[in-house]
């Protein structure tokens, strides 16, 4: 399958922004919906942002009208900008496949830690 490697994350202050990118070791064109993940500290991860390969994006409530997903297929690429951060925010935050094939149980990578603290 697969893989993704995120990249991009820090630490930026309160209302700041980030752009994650997700960079895929193959060809994404095929998958139907990519997302953006995040797990905090002591939490479950959860999904905030998906995208189909039709370019259909939505997003957790948690995070409309903050974050915007994108994907440039040829790239192979995912990205995930998030403006007016705020420190709920603060996770590793992992792309992966969100529509993946009967049977198939996904793989994790590391993810990129997004702190948002002043």
């Known amino acids: 399958q697969v893989q993704f490697v995120e990249s991009g994350g820090g630490l930026v202050q309160p209302g700041g922004s980030l752009t994650l990118s997700c960079a895929a070791s193959?060809?994404?064109?095929?998958?139907?919906?990519v997302a953006w993940y995040r797990q905090a500290l002591g939490k479950s991860r959860e999904s905030v942002a998906l995208?189909?390969?039709?370019?259909?994006?939505a997003y957790d409530a948690s995070v409309e009208g903050r974050f915007i997903i994108s994907r440039d297929t040829p790239k192979n690429t995912v990205y995930l900008q998030m403006d007016s951060l705020k420190p709920e925010d603060t996770a590793v935050y992992y792309c992966?496949?969100?529509?993946?094939?009967?049977?198939?149980?996904?793989?994790w990578g590391r993810g990129t830690q997004v702190t948002v603290s002043s």
């Open positions: 995208i189909s390969n039709a370019g259909n994006a």
């Open positions: 992966n496949d969100a529509s993946p094939a009967v049977g198939v149980t996904l793989t």
């Open positions: 193959g060809s994404i064109a095929d998958i139907y919906t």
